[in-house]
């Protein structure tokens, strides 16, 4: 199985996309703005879609891809969230002054999109070749991480989160674990904003990697734009025996 990154971006502009990833070939992680690079006849093979958390940045394609390929399906997008989250959705967005509610259109019956609620320590095997599982975040609206688990190895995807002592026994027990994607959105001397927003800045991300007993490859995702570069030489300062690498947009991780 293998996961491709569309977008890994804390922001957008000169080519970075907000975060996105397609497993397989019918499962999103995800809806930021990576997702508009997928060709149409690629996104009505999208029959899942798993979100971390409603901010703009993860959800920011779903109602433009529900509306570009509805009616080319026959049968709805799944949209998999927190209870927490698909309330969000539905008052903030699909309310039909932001945007239409496709899990109405064309008819309750048979929309073009359906919420699935799928909480925290939940699994699921969306299609052949992988499962997912909800992990622990903690953000400033209700929020999961993902573990993505091929039977021969997992990837676990932190979501947007700040330190977070639910999250490291949860990953510290998978057996095959082979790659960590964790967030550093903020360099170090924005750790205010960081603390304040629930996010992490290298020094927070250093302090977390120290809770993590498996060895497992790390990739660094959702960094601000104007500040890859600073806050990966910090990373590489602070967190240097992880060896964190930058998650880029297009990578394809096999797992």
């Keep these: 199985m293998r996961l491709k990154v569309l977008g890994c971006s804390g922001g957008i502009g000169g080519g970075l996309r907000t975060t996105s990833f397609l497993l397989g070939r019918h499962t999103l992680v995800d809806a930021g703005t990576g997702v508009a690079d997928l060709s149409v006849a690629e996104l009505s093979q999208i029959d899942h879609l798993f979100l971390t958390h409603a901010h703009l940045d ?42 239409p509610d496709f899990a109405e259109i064309p008819d309750k019956d048979a929309p073009w999109m359906r919420f699935v609620p799928f909480e925290l320590g939940q699994s699921m095997s969306p299609e052949p070749g992988f499962s997912v599982t909800a992990l622990p975040a903690l ?19 932190s979501g947007d989160t700040t330190v977070n002592d639910a999250f490291w026994p949860v990953v510290n ?10 967030e550093t959105a903020f360099c170090n001397r924005e750790r205010a904003i960081a603390e304040a927003s629930r996010h992490l800045c290298p020094a927070m991300l250093a302090e977390e990697l120290a809770k993590l007993t498996q060895a497992a490859e790390i990739y660094i995702t959702h960094l601000k734009p104007g500040e890859i570069e600073l806050t990966m030489q910090e990373i590489g300062e602070d967190a240097a025996a992880f060896r964190p690498r930058m998650l880029k947009n297009g990578q394809i991780i096999d797992f």
């Design 139 to 157: 953000h400033t609206v209700p929020a999961v991480g993902y573990r993505f688990d091929s039977g021969k190895s997992s990837i676990v995807f």
């Design 173 to 182: 027990a998978i057996d095959n674990l082979k790659v960590l994607i964790i």
């Design 58 to 99: 993860h959800i920011a394609m779903l109602p433009l891809l529900v509306d570009t390929v509805g009616a080319m399906r026959d049968k709805p997008l799944l949209v998999y969230a927190t209870a927490a989250t698909l309330d969000i959705l539905r008052t903030h967005i699909f309310n039909w002054k932001v945007w």
